[in-house]
C-alpha cells in the first residue's frame, strides 16, 4: 500500500454514543490513522453534533452545538468519524441550522468545516487512498450498511472494500443488506414494537449467514441489532468496522 499521510492533522469527531457507550470503536481509529502515519489530535471542546434535536425538530436547541461543532473543529487538516450516522448529520443538517439561525458567518464557517469532514471509511479510501490498512482478523463476517450511512453520507461501498482486504477474514453477504434494523434514533422509541419487528428480521437474516461477527459503521445500529441477537443467544458479536481495521496480526486488540 502506498500512503502519504505524513504531515496530516486530523481530528478525531469521536461522536457521543461512542465516547460515552463504545470508546473502544474511536481508540480504534486512532490506532489505525497512526498506523498510516497520521497525525491525530482530539479536541476536547466537542459535543454532541445535534443531530437529536434537530431530528425531533428543536432547530433552536441544536443551533449551539453547531457553533461549538464549529469551535473545536477548525483549524484542522481533516475531520474524521466513525459513524456515517453523525457525519452525515454534520454534513447535511449544519448548513440547514445556521441557515435556520440567519448567520451568514456561522454558515461559511460551517461550510468550511464541513468539506474537511469525513466518515473514516471515506477518510481512509478517498482522501489516503487505501484499502487494505493492514488489519488481519481471521472471522466470519458479516456487514450491515447502515441507512444514514448509505443514504445520508453515501460511503457507498468503501466499507465492503476496506473489509475485503483485510487478511484472513471470511466475509458474506447480508441477505436484505439494505433494510433497515429498527433503530432511527428516536423512532425506535416512538415506535418500539416496529423498531424490534424489524431488528429481529435483520438479527435473524445476520443468523442465516453463520457468521461470528456482525459489522457496520455505526454502533447505534449494531447495539440495536445486537440486543436482539444477544436475547436469542445467537453467538454472534458485534463489533464497529474500526475495531477490524485496527486489528493485526499478532496484535493486542
Known amino acids: 500500500m502506498t500512503i502519504h499521510a505524513k504531515g496530516i492533522t486530523v481530528a478525531l469527531f469521536a461522536t457521543c454514543i461512542n465516547d460515552v457507550m463504545f470508546p473502544g470503536t474511536p481508540k480504534a481509529v486512532v490506532q489505525v490513522l497512526e498506523r498510516l502515519g497520521c497525525r491525530v489530535e482530539f479536541p476536547l471542546d466537542q459535543t454532541c453534533c445535534g443531530q437529536m434535536f434537530t431530528n425531533t425538530g428543536y432547530f433552536d436547541a441544536a443551533v449551539p452545538n453547531v457553533r461549538n461543532y464549529v469551535k473545536a473543529f477548525t483549524g484542522y487538516d481533516y475531520v474524521v468519524g466513525p459513524s456515517g450516522s453523525c457525519v452525515g448529520a454534520v454534513r447535511h443538517q449544519h448548513p440547514m441550522l445556521a441557515e435556520h439561525a440567519r448567520d451568514a458567518g456561522l454558515g461559511r464557517a460551517v461550510d468550511e468545516v464541513v468539506a474537511r469532514t469525513y466518515d473514516l471509511s471515506e477518510f481512509l479510501v478517498d482522501v489516503l487512498g487505501v484499502t487494505d490498512v493492514g488489519a488481519y482478523f481471521p472471522h466470519r463476517v458479516t456487514y450491515h450498511p447502515t441507512c444514514h450511512s448509505v443514504r445520508v453520507a453515501k460511503v457507498g461501498d468503501r466499507p465492503y ?78 463489533i464497529h468496522l474500526a475495531e477490524i481495521l485496527a486489528h493485526t496480526e499478532g496484535g493486542d486488540r
Open 161 to 238: 472494500r476496506l473489509l475485503q482486504a483485510v487478511k484472513g477474514i471470511d466475509l458474506v453477504d447480508l441477505p436484505a443488506a439494505d433494510q433497515c434494523c429498527g433503530f432511527g434514533g428516536t423512532f425506535s422509541v416512538k415506535n418500539p414494537d416496529v423498531s424490534v419487528a424489524m431488528a429481529s428480521d435483520k438479527a435473524r437474516h445476520v443468523m442465516e449467514t453463520g457468521a461470528e461477527y456482525l459489522v457496520t459503521g455505526d454502533n447505534a445500529c449494531l447495539m440495536n441489532i445486537g440486543g436482539i441477537l444477544h436475547r436469542e443467544n445467537s453467538g454472534v458479536k458485534t
